[in-house]
C-alpha cells in the first residue's frame, strides 16, 4: 500500500512504519539517516496535528465566549435603547434627547401592501370524497385568503365563481364537493388592511366518469379580484 491521500492518514500511516524502517533499515535497503529523519519528522508532524487540534477546539472556545459577551452587552444595549425612548417619548423635546444619546428616533411602521396572489394551487379529492385545496403565499400582516369555486356541468357549461369561504391557513377542505358535475375548480385571494391580491391561477378537479386525480394549477393568467364573488 502506497501512501494515502489524506494529511492525516498519510500521518497515520508513517507512524506505523518509520519505527520499522529504522530498525530494519539495512535489510529494507533504506538509508539510515533517511530513516530516522523520516522517524524524527513524523514525530513533528504528529505533535503539529495534536497542537493544531488543541488550537482549532480554543478557536472554538473563544467564539463560543464572543457570541455570549455581544449577546449580553447587545442585551443591556437594548436596555438602554428602550429607556431612551421611554423618556424622550414624555420629554418637551425629543429629538435633543435622541441627538444626546447618538440614535435616531424610532420610525413609523409603514403600513404593508397588497399582499401578493397565492401561488401552487393545487386540489386532490380526499378518500372521503372531499377535495382539499392547497397553495402557497406569506400570512405576513395578518393575511388572510378568500376561497372561490366553480363547476363544469357534464355538458360543459361553467358556473360563476362563488366564495365559499376565508381562512387564515393555505388550506381548505371542501365538504361539500358537488355531485353531478364533469369538473370542480377553485381559486384563491390573498386579503389584509394593505389591500387584496389578484386571484390565483385556477386549479381543477375532473369528478365522475373522468376519474377522480390531482390537478395541479395551469397557465391560465390570473384575474383581477373584484367584490366577494366574481363571475
Not at 60 to 75: E, K, S, T
Not at 214 to 220: E, L, S, T
Request: hydrophobic share 35%.
Amino acid at each position: 500500500m502506497r501512501l494515502p491521500q489524506r494529511k492525516i492518514q498519510q500521518l497515520e500511516y508513517l507512524e506505523t512504519r518509520v519505527e520499522g524502517w529504522e530498525e530494519n533499515q539495512a535489510a529494507i535497503g533504506v538509508a539510515l539517516e533517511l530513516a530516522t529523519s523520516t522517524k524524527t519528522k513524523t514525530q513533528a508532524a504528529r505533535d503539529a496535528y495534536d497542537d493544531y487540534l488543541q488550537k482549532r477546539q480554543d478557536a472554538r472556545d473563544a467564539r463560543v465566549d464572543w457570541l455570549n459577551a455581544i449577546q449580553a452587552a447587545v442585551g443591556d444595549g437594548r436596555g438602554c435603547i428602550r429607556s431612551i425612548d421611554a423618556f424622550a417619548k414624555n420629554s418637551a423635546n425629543p429629538d435633543a434627547v435622541y441627538a444626546l444619546a447618538s440614535i435616531a428616533p424610532p420610525k413609523d411602521r409603514e403600513p404593508l401592501g397588497k399582499p401578493d396572489t397565492p401561488t401552487g394551487l393545487s386540489v386532490e379529492l380526499s378518500t372521503d370524497g372531499q377535495a382539499i385545496v392547497r397553495w402557497g403565499g406569506s400570512r405576513q400582516g395578518g393575511t388572510v385568503f378568500t376561497v372561490q369555486r366553480r363547476t363544469t356541468a357534464v355538458g360543459g357549461q361553467t358556473s360563476p365563481w362563488t366564495t365559499l369561504v376565508t381562512v387564515p391557513e393555505r388550506t381548505f377542505v371542501d365538504q361539500a364537493t358537488p355531485s353531478g358535475v364533469l369538473s370542480v375548480g377553485y381559486r384563491v385571494r390573498a386579503e389584509r388592511v394593505g389591500g387584496q391580491s389578484f386571484f390565483s391561477t385556477p386549479a381543477s378537479l375532473p369528478l365522475g366518469a373522468s376519474g377522480n386525480q390531482q390537478q395541479v394549477a395551469g397557465a391560465i393568467a390570473p384575474v383581477e379580484a373584484s367584490g366577494k364573488d366574481a363571475g
